[in-house]
């Protein structure tokens, strides 16, 4: 198997919407309600570049997966810190691409000067059809460590469901004003 990592181009959006679509319509992982269109997944593409990394993998020459880093929130005092999001097709699940994925995706951002990852994650004691326990279960696996629930803040195929934080620092935090690195 071939697997390729790079940086994700206006040219995969319409690879990486056909696997965000699946998550949007078949489950609870993400909470958007409707498929964006492919004209809006480019913007959020462009957008997040202007700043972060987004990444995706090719298995063999063809896209199966991206991941990509956010603003925590919009305060200067976060600069240090991002929220991550990854999404693979489910061929893909289960054979180390993700992990691969998410360790290059540190690896910038690190270089960048970020010191703390976040996972906001949908979750449900109980698995049911839209939701299981893989994602906490993959973050776990790569380091991440449980830092927050919120309690039925999210509504999607007629049930509530709750969101959990998970957290992994990959710098060492100083006094004084930290300058991030890279581009920003």
């Known amino acids: 198997m071939d697997v390729t990592i ?43 570049l202007k700043t972060y990394p987004y990444l995706c993998v090719l298995r063999d020459g063809v896209v199966v997966g991206y991941c990509y880093a956010e603003a925590l929130k919009g305060r200067e005092a976060y600069r240090r810190s991002v929220e991550l999001s990854i999404y693979l097709e489910q061929t893909a699940r289960k054979c180390g691409l993700g992990k691969r994925l998410y360790e290059a995706l ?64 990959i710098g060492s935090h100083e006094s004084g004003r930290p300058q991030a690195q890279g581009k920003r």
């Open 6 to 48: 790079r940086t994700a181009t206006l040219e995969d959006a319409e690879a990486l919407l056909k696997i965000y679509a699946y998550y949007v319509k078949e489950t609870a992982i993400s909470f958007e309600w409707e498929v964006p269109t492919l004209a809006e997944f480019m913007r959020r593409i462009t957008n997040t």
């Open 106 to 169: 540190e690896a910038r951002l690190k270089e960048m000067g970020i010191l703390n990852l976040y996972a906001c994650i949908a979750w449900s004691e109980t698995e049911d059809e839209y939701l299981n326990h893989n994602s906490p279960d993959f973050h776990a696996h790569l380091g991440f460590q449980k830092a927050g629930e919120f309690h039925r803040c999210g509504y999607k195929f007629g049930r509530w469901y709750d969101i959990i934080w998970m957290e992994k620092i």
